[in-house]
């Protein structure tokens, strides 16, 4: 670093176990750019604070994790269209004083999907489990790219039919709840995405659905990549299904948000060398 690098991070909190910071630098260092990464941790009394200094201190742009992705929402001069509909920002770029909020977390989904497996989407019947801040990116994001149908199965339900609702501009969208499902449901599913941290290290035995609902007709994404095989991928792969893991997710979302501050394309394979790294500690 010196006199000329150009500041990016990432507000959360906490942020101490972050992988960005490693995966960003890391990548601004393949490319010879001066540039950084640091991560702060931001309460929430200070977010608007912290969202100021990006201006003054001239940040190029940071990334925003939780808490803060629908607050910091408030604090921004302007909001992408996919982020306003997603309803979360996960990165601010500052375009010469402009703040402006993206969402780079479902298209970094898409991305990833698209790229790690032969999945097509148009035509395609999703199943997501769960309707957090995670599936919101994800189901908004697939809908927006095209996908046939858009089913969300969560525990609570209200919030399922809310997401419905948000996805249903774009392609047709059903709200269940999760107690509801059943293997008839799974016989008319493409794809099958689990957005909930069941099966999260360390309860790594737990299962989001029922095993018996799996088939060999599925492609089983999960968005959790801490282990990066769970439980579900594993019954899936048993089943003769196809599987797809949730840390191209993590990279790709920050591959788009390297773009969004840099003008250039990231070096994925660099960023996934970095996180792969660490996740074997
Ligand atoms: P969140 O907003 O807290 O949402 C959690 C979701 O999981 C909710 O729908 C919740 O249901 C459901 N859930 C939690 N425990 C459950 C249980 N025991 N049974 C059934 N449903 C349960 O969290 P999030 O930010 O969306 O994150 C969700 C997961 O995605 C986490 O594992 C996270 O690591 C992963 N993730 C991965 C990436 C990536 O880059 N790969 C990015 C973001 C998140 P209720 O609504 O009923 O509470």
């Given at each position: 670093m010196n006199n000329q690098t150009v500041m990016t991070g990432l507000f959360g909190n906490p942020v101490a176990q972050s992988m960005s910071p490693a995966m960003q630098n890391a990548a601004f260092q393949k490319l010879g750019l001066n540039f950084a990464y640091a991560a702060f941790p931001v309460a929430n009394e200070n977010l608007q604070d912290a969202v100021n200094g990006i201006k003054a201190l001239g940040f190029r742009g940071v990334n925003v994790t939780i808490p803060h992705k629908v607050e910091i929402m408030a604090y921004l001069d302007e909001i992408d269209e996919e982020a306003k509909d997603i309803g979360a920002v996960n990165t601010i770029v500052n375009d010469g004083g402009k703040l402006i909020g993206y969402n780079t977390d479902g298209a970094g989904y898409v991305r990833s999907l698209l790229q790690e497996t032969s999945f097509r989407l148009e035509g395609k019947r999703v199943l997501v489990i769960g309707a957090g801040g995670a599936a919101r990116a994800v189901s908004i994001s697939l809908a927006r790219?095209?996908?046939k149908?858009?089913?969300?199965?969560?525990?609570s339900v209200d919030k399922?039919?809310?997401?419905a609702d948000r996805a249903a501009r774009y392609t047709e969208a059903k709200a269940i709840d999760l107690d509801n499902l059943d293997s008839n449901t799974l016989s008319n599913t493409d794809l099958l995405i689990n957005t909930t941290s069941v099966g999260m290290y360390p309860q790594v035995d737990d299962l989001p659905i029922p095993r018996e609902y799996l088939h060999s007709g599925l492609l089983v994404s999960d968005l959790i990549y801490n282990p990066m095989k769970t439980r579900i991928l594993k019954e899936a792969a048993?089943?003769?299904?196809?599987?797809?893991?949730g840390l191209?997710?993590?990279i790709h979302?920050?591959?788009l948000a390297f773009k969004l501050w840099t003008g250039n394309e990231a070096p994925i394979d660099v960023?996934?060398?970095v996180v792969l790294e660490k996740l074997r500690g």
């Open positions: 790219h095209g996908v149908q858009i089913m969300i199965a969560n525990r399922a039919k809310m997401l048993q089943a003769g299904a196809s599987t797809h893991e191209g997710m993590f979302q920050g591959a960023m996934r060398n």
